[in-house]
């Protein structure tokens, strides 16, 4: 059998064949087929708005966890589910590609971590602090933190006292609730200068309640913090004196809704054989205390939106930081190194053996 090889290719010839080998793959790839439209980036389902705002219901539960514990709790729950299922998502799938990846799963929980627990928790308090410093600014001159803890200090004070014996000696109660309340500031001043400086950096950024607020001295703080209590003292004992005189009348400084409170407390207290003698008295104190109550809740109120604006100010800025500077800049190149590592030690192990 004779096999005739050809001597020679002319450039013609190369540059047909090429074409025609060009046209043959276009052919066999399905993408050119399409109009020549570029397939489409991936985008995660689960990193989108408002899918991906369940991963800050936990930090709306720190913003109002002051306010409404409960809810507070609650509100971990949907955010817990959604790490869960985008943890897992991203260990089991590489974008719309079944690939189990340990390495991939563990990236995406430290991003959840910080993303949606860390950063979004550290803005919500810096938040609360800010509003409670602004607070400064007002007539009273203290911080809401400062106000809170005055206001339950006095309100805890009244509630261990028989507040009939200083009927007509409103500055008897005054000056034993001094003495008390700067026993009470010195303890916080003292557990402030004790405690280390990390401490005091967690408390700031994570503490619910800051008593060493009501241990600083400075721009004579101490002083205002008396003021402060002797206003809400006088308007405490004149809400007492008003109902005692005439328990009919709404007292000026109580509202609507606590004043029929009162009458609902004296009525259930007469029905009780143990407190019907002093039904009344005691129905007294018990508005008083939540006249009080309502006051604290207003200071958190005030924190609690503060907490609000602060995340929502910083929310995508975190996302971004996080996924952009963290995680591409110093969490994936680690790990990589880390995997690196390992691959070698295990050929060095393995070729030693």
Known sequence: MITLTPKFTS???????????????????????????????????????????LAFTNDIGAAVM??????????????????GADIYDKYRNNKETYDPNAKRGFEQAIFQ?????????????????????LARQSDTKLSLQTQEESTKFLSEFMSRRKLAKYDGKIDKFKEEFKVSL???IDQTTR??????????FFDLVFGGRHPEEMGKEGAGRRALIHQYTNKKIDDLFEIRAALLNDEN?????LTEKLFKEFKDLKAKYLKDSEFKANAKDLAIKDILHKVEMADIFKTKMKKT??????????????????????????????????????????????MSS
Do not use: C
Not at 22 to 38: A, P, R
Not at 313 to 322: A, G, H, M, N, S
């Open 66 to 83: 002051d306010i409404a514990p409960k809810m507070g709790t609650i509100l971990w729950y949907p955010a817990m589910m959604y790490f």
């Open 305 to 350: 939106i503060g907490g609000f604006v602060m995340l929502g100010l910083l929310i995508k800025p975190i996302d971004l930081f996080v996924e952009k500077i963290i995680m591409k800049k110093y969490v994936e190149p680690g790990l990589e190194h880390l995997t690196n590592v390992q691959i070698k030690n295990f050929k060095q192990k393995n």
């Open 249 to 253: 009348k709404k007292p000026a400084k």
């Open 113 to 133: 971590a910080l993303a949606s627990v860390v950063f979004p928790i550290v803005a919500v308090h810096t938040g609360q602090k800010t509003a409670s410093v």
């Open 11 to 53: 450039n013609s010839a190369v540059q047909n064949f090429t074409a025609l080998d060009s046209v043959s793959n276009k052919s066999q790839d399905t993408s050119f087929e399409k109009s020549g439209k570029k397939k489409n980036p991936y985008n995660d389902p689960l990193m989108k708005w408002p899918i991906r705002g």
């Open 191 to 200: 557990h402030h200068q004790n405690t280390n400086f990390v401490k005091k």
């Open 182 to 184: 700067d026993n009470y």
